[in-house]
């Protein structure tokens, strides 16, 4: 995640450095241990799964008639 106007450059050059640490072994146990699954996608799959997901979710809470109080 980056703050909208972000350079493209500087977006991906974050996506990156964060992908390659994601793949040391040390990161992934981490994660692991924690119940978390490190992915390590690019910003348009991360993009695309963040708006199923909101859809997906969305359905579920009007579907349940979830309400706020």
Request: proline letters at 9%.
């Amino acid at each position: 995640m980056a703050p909208p106007g972000t350079p493209e450059a500087l977006a991906q050059g974050i996506n990156t450095a964060v992908v390659e640490v994601l793949k040391l072994p040390e990161v992934q146990k981490r994660f692991r241990d924690q119940g978390l699954t490190p992915v390590g996608n690019s910003p348009a799959e991360a993009a695309a799964f963040i708006a199923e997901e909101t859809a997906r979710w969305q359905k579920v809470i009007r579907s349940a008639n979830i309400r706020l109080e």
